[in-house]
């Protein structure tokens, strides 16, 4: 029996998910739902309903995984607890600082419903999260360092978008080259993160906009800008769709301890990410992931987890047995 996958959303992570539940035999998209008019949302998979969001409730028994493909800032938390008191639910959801809050929040709504809620799950938070902890709990002394980019970031963008004023945006974040220079060379600074990153932002305002507004407002938005030196470049339409189509990110962490009696022996341990595609690799991860959210929930568990509470096994289609012969 297939599993069967419903999406909330049509923007660029639901059609990465929708991509990869194809490369799924066991997944079956089922149906999309949209705060659009229905009709004029045209997915790829054939012969799934587009169905406006406020028929969800009509599902109930139709789907076993509700993946959510809105934005962290405004569409997430909102949605998440709302829709996990009827379904199993992943999401991507990605303010770091607000995970604690927003994990609580959809634990609750779980715990009432009887359903499993997997949040912030991607490269990161998610992969990227799961290799902090592995690393920090391998070489306990020492220090890890996560670097982003260069490469757009979707909820940077989402969140620009959302200024009044804005059109378009493409975010990207762009590692400090120096910074990286001297952690590989085993140096354990303690770093801001301004010290570690810049931002980059290329925007298209509407006619008669105040772009100075629009740069301020940018410059200082809390949890996404205000901590980092930030460029805002306005543009045409026609550049952005020129230069800036693409999705492209990455990242690598790496982590610089010590081993010995006396703390004589150095290690980095390093793991990094090149993607063409971010909404595409970041659906596949939340594929993965509303396999898991199926499989526990089967097993009669309930409740909000995130990417440490999951053993890896549960992301697989593969037979424990195959895992062991072909992956250990």
Request: net charge negative; with cysteine.
């Amino acid at each position: 029996m297939n599993i069967r996958i419903g999406i909330v959303g049509y923007g660029n992570l639901a059609r990465g998910v929708e991509s990869a539940i194809r490369q799924n035999s066991d997944l079956e998209l089922v149906a999309v739902f949209t705060r659009r008019d229905p009709s004029s949302v045209q997915i790829r998979t054939e012969n799934v309903p587009v169905l406006n969001v406020n028929e969800l409730p009509d599902w109930k028994d139709k789907i076993d995984v509700l993946v959510l493909g809105g934005g962290s800032a405004t569409d997430l938390p909102k949605q998440t607890p709302e829709f996990a008191s009827m379904f199993n639910v992943v999401d991507s959801f990605d303010t770091h600082a607000r995970i604690p809050e927003h994990f609580a929040n959809v634990d609750a709504a779980c715990r009432k419903s009887g359903k499993v809620g997997i949040i912030s799950v991607g490269w990161d938070p998610g992969m990227f999260s799961l290799l902090r902890m592995v690393s920090d709990s391998v070489l306990p002394e020492g220090k890890h360092y996560t670097f982003w980019g260069r490469g757009v970031s979707q909820g940077h963008s989402d969140a620009i978008r959302r200024i009044p004023g804005v059109v378009d945006a493409r975010q990207y974040t762009v590692p400090v080259d120096e910074t990286v220079a001297k952690i590989r060379n085993g140096e354990t600074p303690e770093l801001t993160a301004r010290q570690m990153h810049t931002r980059e932002c290329f925007v298209v305002a509407e006619e008669g906009a105040d772009k100075a507004e629009i740069e301020r407002q940018i410059k200082t938005m809390p949890n996404y800008f205000a901590d980092y030196d930030t460029t805002v470049h306005f543009i045409s339409k026609e550049e952005l769709d020129a230069n800036h189509k693409g999705l492209p990110h990455g990242g690598f962490i790496l982590r610089s301890g010590v081993t010995g009696w006396e703390k004589e022996n150095k290690h980095i341990i390093e793991y990094s990410l090149k993607l063409d595609s971010n909404p595409e690799f970041t659906g596949s991860v939340l594929a993965a992931y509303a396999r898991a959210a199926f499989r526990l929930n089967q097993e009669g568990q309930c409740g909000c987890k995130t990417i440490f509470d999951i053993a890896p096994a549960y992301l697989s289609n593969k037979s424990g047995e195959e895992l062991r012969h072909t992956l250990l």
